[in-house]
């Protein structure tokens, strides 16, 4: 049974910095690709950034930030990474990590990523 495990939220300054985590469990963590999304109160679930598995590199982000976030994988420990710096307050938002469906790391749609953990609440005071 995978299992995804988000933390690293909490609460922030405008200017500051997060850095989210997710561990993963289940399945053989190399071969999958990594995914950040967000949900902020009222809106639609937003891609954020993804980065692919299999010994690959390839990182894609939301135009919204680039430049800022920073997303990473260590395998050999299972977790993926999420540094968020220069938050805004636009940025506020429940952060969900996801295992897409293959290694590929370039998709931000929703339904090709098959698992997801619980969510972590970042909120950036301005």
């Known amino acids: 049974q995978v299992q995804l495990v988000e933390s690293g939220g909490g609460l922030v300054q405008a200017g500051g910095s997060l850095r989210l985590s997710c561990a993963a469990s289940?399945?053989?963590?190399?071969?999958?690709?990594m995914g950040w999304f967000r949900q902020a109160p009222g809106k639609e679930r937003e891609f954020v950034a993804t980065?692919?598995?299999?010994?690959?590199?390839?990182?894609c982000y939301a135009d919204s930030v680039k430049g800022r976030f920073t997303i990473s994988r260590d395998n050999a420990k299972t977790t993926a990474y999420l540094q968020m710096n220069s938050l805004q307050s636009e940025d506020t938002a429940v952060y969900y990590c996801?295992?897409?469906?293959?290694?590929?790391?370039?998709?931000?749609?929703?339904?090709?990523?098959?698992?997801w953990g619980q969510g972590t609440q970042v909120t950036v005071s301005s």
């Open positions: 980065i692919s598995g299999s010994g690959g590199s390839n990182e």
């Open positions: 996801a295992q897409g469906r293959s290694w590929y790391g370039g998709s931000s749609r929703p339904q090709n990523y098959a698992y």
């Open positions: 289940g399945r053989s963590f190399t071969n999958y690709a």
